[in-house]
């Protein structure tokens, strides 16, 4: 089965970075595209960026200029880089793979608090 493992949440003040990784393990196949997803307490999980295969991005407004996605196909694994980290931005964060069969893969939820 296909295993997306998260790391990198913690706690950061305001104004701080973090880098959260997501590597796939499994039987996964070509991959369309990845993504960082979070959810806030009370909030629906909203999109916060994404990456093709080609390399193309895109990014949530609240984070642009903040966030940075990148990743390797090859080796299954997204990153984000995050600074200017505001309070708002605390959440739990998921990893996404969407592979080219359609299927869709979620990691398992890494939290990230910014304090004031």
């Known amino acids: 089965q296909v295993q997306l493992v998260e790391s990198g949440g913690g706690l950061v003040q305001a104004g701080g970075s973090l880098r959260l990784s997501c590597a796939a393990s499994?039987?996964?196949?070509?991959?369309?595209?990845m993504a960082w997803y979070r959810q806030a307490p009370g909030k629906q999980r909203e999109l916060v960026a994404g990456i093709t295969r080609g390399g193309g991005t895109n990014y949530a407004d609240s984070v642009k200029g903040r966030f940075t996605i990148s990743g390797d196909n090859a080796k299954n694994t997204v990153y984000l880089q995050m600074s200017s980290l505001k309070p708002e931005d605390t959440a739990v964060y998921y990893c996404?793979?969407?592979?080219?069969?359609?299927?869709?893969?979620w990691g398992q939820g890494t939290q990230v608090t910014v304090s004031s």
């Open positions: 499994g039987n996964i196949f070509s991959i369309n595209s």
């Open positions: 996404n793979f969407w592979v080219v069969t359609g299927n869709v893969y």
